[in-house]
T-cell receptor, first 113, second 112 residues
Framework: QKEVEQNSGPLSVPEGAIASLNCTYS??????FFWYRQYSGKSPELIMF????GDKEDGRFTAQLNKASQYVSLLIRDSQPSDSATYLC?????????????FGSGTRLQVQP | DVKVTQSSRYLVKRTGEKVFLECVQD?????MFWYRQDPGLGLRLIYF???????EKGDIPEGYSVSREKKERFSLILESASTNQTSMYLC???????????FGSGTRLTVV
């Protein structure tokens, strides 16, 4: 079982719709969660982080965390073609005590004009 | 802007060669990381470093070593390159206690 699971996609949504990207994790003690965006041929860049249960909003992006169910989501409102990219979920694994991110394999998002 | 520079964008090496991948950051970050990225497998941590001369193994350290003699530079060494080390290698850095990584542009290594 992978530590961080993401559906590889592609997730296809029409322009203006809400894109919902999901991530589940196996280490119940994990505390810190991150979403990175990676455009094709480019390096990942940080979009958001969330540490507490609930929602965290930043512009068109909302991160949602549910530690009891061990999932974290990223919602993108009013999706734009420029949002088309691969979205990587990452977290700090408590069981290793390692101060480095463990990444999922990413979900590819396609926003159709 | 924080800049993380990887010495080569594309590299082709022969099986058995010793390969050096260099990474330099210019913002005095304490933490530096080496990941490899493969289709369907995502980013996998090879090694990381909290400080000069310190290193810790990640998930897939076999066949690799690292060197951090100066704070700004973190080198990844493939002791004897093999074809299964063909991959995109990404270096990243961050401030102590911060997980907002800045990544370099990557080195696509092909071992033939």
């Amino acid at each position: 079982q992978k530590e961080v699971e993401q559906n590889s996609g592609p997730l296809s949504v029409p322009e203006g719709a809400i894109a919902s990207l999901n991530c589940t994790y196996s280490d119940r003690g994990s505390q810190s969660f991150f979403w990175y965006r990676q455009y094709s041929g480019k390096s990942p860049e940080l979009i958001m982080f969330i540490y507490s249960n609930g929602d965290k909003e930043d512009g068109r992006f909302t991160a949602q965390l549910n530690k009891a169910s061990q999932y974290v989501s990223l919602l993108i409102r009013d999706s734009q073609p420029s949002d088309s990219a691969t979205y990587l979920c990452a977290l700090i694994l408590k069981r290793t005590g390692r101060r480095a991110l463990t990444f999922g394999s990413g979900t590819r998002l396609q926003v159709q004009p | 802007d924080v800049k993380v520079t990887q010495s080569s964008r594309y590299l082709v090496k022969r099986t058995g060669e010793k390969v050096f991948l260099e990474c330099v950051q210019d913002m005095d970050h304490e933490n530096m990381f080496w990941y490899r990225q493969d289709p369907g497998l995502g980013l996998r941590l090879i090694y990381f470093s909290y400080d000069v001369k310190m290193k810790e193994k990640g998930d897939i350290p076999e066949g690799y070593s690292v060197s951090r003699e100066k704070k700004e530079r973190f080198s990844l060494i493939l002791e004897s390159a093999s074809t299964n080390q063909t991959s995109m290698y990404l270096c990243a850095s961050s401030m102590r206690g911060n997980y907002g990584y800045t990544f370099g542009s990557g080195t696509r290594l092909t071992v033939v």
